[in-house]
């Protein structure tokens, strides 16, 4: 059966108008109108027929009818309750499409997708990306690798190497669950409406264990204070965050780090060092 393709601008435009659909910018609703993109983004997660494949914020069904014709047994969650009976018209016929209403932020991904393993594959409301991806990271969900949509300039940030102004928090802690690597940079003109911002692909390949060996919750509560606040050296972050300072020297001295340096200047090793000193410090 041949399907009309919609990632298309008539084929948008015509949903959008048969179905009276008001695009919300609350919800950051830019539909996609490119086929080769939708092409590329499946291409990038490596997407076969048979794989497990949850997808957020599904829209009208574009980017999910590619993940549908690849083969892919597609979990789409959509919060916009408007959607939900235009998705049942749009994706009518592919039987390995299931559409559920839900914020992703709740819903209980694991007992959704059943497969010992999933690609997340979706074009990321711009308002919400960073909580989304920290969220199915910090869960530990069984995901293989995650290919988004999302501002390029947060791309950047998620990529990006120490020593940069792109560099941050963001950077670590996506650094520390996955490998990521900007794909594709997709123009406003491929959207409708185009949107105020660039935008870019970022495939995540998600890591067997993360690179360093830290107690977590003192390893992010070091990279929290560190970029706070961006111009205070890590000697004066620390104790901002509430460390004494005989404490903070002691951490810093046993790490072998500088507190001369600012965060952005750290590679997980580094900040792991300093995380580790502090434990060891804490258990004497």
């Not at 830019?30 to 086929?35: K, R």
């Not at 992703?104 to 497969?115: C, G, M, N, Q, T």
């Not at 120490?162 to 650094?175: C, D, I, N, R």
């Amino acid at each position: 059966m041949i399907r009309p393709v919609i990632a298309k601008r008539e084929t948008t435009l015509h949903i959008l108008k048969a179905f009276g659909i008001q695009m919300s910018k609350k919800l950051g609703q830019n539909f996609l109108i490119d086929e080769q993109v939708v092409a590329d983004i499946v291409r990038a997660a490596g997407v076969k027929p048979g794989d497990a494949v949850l997808e957020i914020g599904p829209g009208i069904g574009t980017l999910t009818q590619g993940l549908a014709e690849a083969g892919a047994h597609v979990v789409a969650v959509e919060l916009d309750r408007q959607l939900i009976g235009v998705l049942a018209k749009t994706l009518a016929g592919y039987e390995n499409v299931r559409v559920i209403h839900g914020d992703i932020l709740k819903v209980d991904i694991s007992r959704e997708i059943a497969a010992k393993s999933c690609k997340v594959v979706a074009n990321l409301p711009y308002y919400i990306t960073t909580p989304i991806i920290m969220k199915l990271l910090e869960d530990r969900l069984p995901i293989e690798v995650l290919v988004t949509m999302v501002q390029k300039e947060v791309a950047e940030r998620m990529a990006a190497a120490p020593g940069g102004k792109e560099y941050g928090a963001l950077s670590v802690a996506v650094q520390y669950y996955t490998e990521p690597q900007i794909v594709l940079n997709v123009p406003p003109a491929a959207f409708i409406p185009p949107p105020a911002v660039e935008s870019a692909v970022i495939r995540c390949v998600v890591r067997e264990k993360p690179p360093v060996a830290v107690n977590e919750k003192l390893f992010f509560r070091v990279v929290k204070a560190a970029f706070a606040q961006r111009r205070k050296t890590l000697n004066n972050a620390l104790k901002g965050a509430g460390i004494p300072t005989d404490i903070v020297a002691a951490i810093l001295n046993a790490a072998g780090i500088d507190g001369a340096r600012r965060g952005e200047t750290m590679t997980l090793d580094e900040f792991a060092a300093v995380a580790n000193a502090w434990e060891k410090l804490k258990a004497n």
